[in-house]
């Protein structure tokens, strides 16, 4: 069965469901979510995008992202995901959220309205390789740097998220 997205306008009141390649395909605005995980030394876990993926494989990008399913709220979804991706679970809080656009290479184009979360975590992840190649723990600066130095490394959605929001996930 495939998965659907919640079609959203810019006030988050949701306006329908559709495929998700389709959504991607038509850039048609709808709801996300990325999770921010941090260790007891603010250190931001990151993941590496498995291989395999149809868009952004082996790019490194925030602990874990997706979309909401019908019904289901910002957290829940959040704390579905990660465990699905990272294999643990912990307390998330919504920090804020907001509307992006970022196409691909491969012609689809991601058009959300994302919620971002964060939460603590100081173990290390069961990573699912059919989602996550990779995992490590980097500082705020360190991740800033890097993104500046090497942009060819990460997600496009990671490099928009991280410059709207950085202040706020360094505060958070």
Not at 39 to 55: G, I, P, S, V
């Amino acid at each position: 069965m495939e998965e659907k997205v919640i079609l959203v306008d810019e006030q988050d009141n949701q306006l329908g469901l559709m495929p998700k390649m389709e959504a991607h395909e038509k850039a048609v605005l709808h709801r996300a979510f990325s999770v921010f995980i941090f260790n007891e030394n603010r250190e931001l876990m990151l993941q590496q995008r498995a291989a395999h993926k149809y868009h952004s494989p082996l790019l490194w990008t925030n602990t874990c992202c997706s979309h909401q399913r019908d019904g289901e709220s910002n957290i829940e979804a959040g704390k579905r995901r990660l465990d699905e991706e990272m294999g643990f679970s912990t307390d998330l809080k919504e920090v804020f959220s907001f509307v992006y656009k970022a196409p691909f290479d491969n012609g689809l184009t991601e058009h959300e309205l994302d919620h971002v979360m964060v939460g603590d975590y100081n173990g290390e992840p069961k990573i699912n390789p059919e989602e996550v190649e990779s995992y490590k723990w980097m500082t705020m600066d360190a991740v800033k740097n890097d993104i500046e130095t090497n942009p060819d490394d990460y997600t496009a959605w990671f490099k928009i998220i991280f410059k709207e929001s950085y202040s706020k996930l360094t505060d958070a």
